[in-house]
Structure formats: C-alpha cells, structure tokens
C-alpha cells in the first residue's frame, strides 16, 4: 500500500530534550516536506527536500532540523524542543513539483 | 478525532444538497491551485487541482473555479454525502519558489 508513515503519532516531552519525528514513504517520492498545524493557523512549511541531500527552509524553520540521506526518509530533528513548538506535525510527499501531496497520518507533540 | 482548527469558518450544508467552499489567495505566480480535505484525525487528503491558465476544471461530483482576476478560488460540491464533513483547504503552488502554501481551511458538517 503506497503510504507516509510518521512514528511516534503521539509524543509528550520536556523543554529542552531531543526528540526526532520519523517520516517514511514507500513511493519512490523526490520531493518530501514537514508541515505543522496550529489552530487558526492553517499548514504552515517547515522544510522541504527536493532530492536526497537537497533541503531548504519553508515558512517556520526556527528550532528544527531535517535531513534527507535516503530517498525514503525526511526525519524531523528537535534539537531544543520549547512549549511554542507544540502543535500537530505532518509528512507529506509527492512526484518532483507535482501539486499532489500525499500526507501522512500527523504526530501530536506536546512540549512541557 | 484530532481538532484541527478552533476558529475556523464554517459551513453546514443539507445531504444531498450543493455546497460552495470559498478561498481568496495572495500570490499572483502561483502556478497550481489544489483543495485538500481534512477528516478528523486524518492527514489532508488531495481532491483535485487547477493550473493557473484555467478557470474551471470538474472532478467526480466536485468542481474547481479559479478567478484570477480577483484572486478567487472556490470548490463546489455536488450532491453532498456525510462523508463529504470535513475541513477543507485550498493551497497555491509557486514552482519558482517550490513551495506550497495552504489557507486556514474551512470546515464543512453535512446534516441528515
């Protein structure tokens, strides 16, 4: 079954701890993508990844980090994680610009 | 289900009626124009796309109408079904900037 997968889908940490969100697809996607979602707030970009070793910043990058060593997989990497990055955190993948993306399941975090 | 929006605007349509789902968007070179839905605790779900040099296109029981003049987007729904309650969002895609960036959403209830 094509699919974004995101582990864990639910997570409650500490100011301060590190914590990594794992995004995997199984389609052979280029172009992978972070997304968070806060109320009001609508989807707002991360990072995004055009190709392996290729990532750039979107519209919230601050106090995230992301690599892109495998085609399949686009981690999401809280160096520092504070209240303010609590929210509902989304995959998405799709074929090089294609309009289409194809998002995964989404990982509630909590940071206290 | 996961509350993806608290403050969003919202619609409540009769089933079987049509139900219109309005978005205005800010970038004049945007090159693609899509509508996700959003079911509760899911991630978005693509339904349907636009390029820029079209005004209309049709899908199964959904239509896209792009007014570029005045910066318009909407989605129409045909004959609508509870399944079709959810929170709906429309996004523009800048190829020059590889970026895509989605509006607030709109949530939809369809009543029995």
């Known amino acids: 079954e094509a699919q974004v997968t995101q582990n864990p889908r639910y997570l409650i940490t500490v100011t301060g701890k590190k914590l990594t969100v794992t995004c995997s697809q199984n389609?052979?996607?280029?172009?992978m993508s972070w997304y968070r979602q806060d109320p009001g707030l609508g989807l707002r970009q991360i990072y995004y990844?055009?190709?392996?070793?290729?990532?750039d910043k979107g519209d919230v990058p601050e106090g995230y980090k992301v690599s892109r060593k495998e085609k399949r997989n686009f981690p999401l990497i809280l160096e520092s994680p504070s209240p303010n990055q609590t929210s509902l955190y989304f995959c998405?993948?799709?074929?090089?610009?294609?309009?289409?993306?194809?998002f995964g399941p989404g990982t509630r975090l909590t940071v206290t | 289900g996961e509350s993806v929006g608290l403050h969003l605007p919202t619609l409540s349509v009769q089933e079987g009626d049509n139900s219109i789902i309005n978005c205005a968007y800010s970038?004049?070179?945007?090159?693609?124009f899509i509508w996700y839905k959003q079911e509760s605790g899911k991630g978005p779900q693509f339904i349907i796309d636009?390029?820029?040099?079209?005004d209309k296109r049709q899908g199964q029981r959904v239509t896209v109408l792009l007014n570029k003049t005045v910066k318009h987007l909407s989605l129409q729904i045909a004959a609508t079904q509870p399944g079709d309650s959810a929170v709906y969002f429309c996004?523009?895609?800048?190829?020059?900037?590889?970026?895509?960036?989605f509006g607030t959403g709109t949530r939809l209830t369809i009543i029995p």
């Open positions: 636009i390029r820029s040099n079209m």
């Open positions: 970038n004049s070179a945007s090159d693609y």
């Open positions: 998405a993948s799709s074929f090089g610009r294609a309009p289409e993306q194809y």
């Open positions: 996004a523009e895609n800048d190829f020059g900037n590889e970026k895509l960036t």
């Open positions: 389609m052979n996607h280029e172009y």
């Open positions: 990844s055009m190709n392996v070793e290729v990532t």
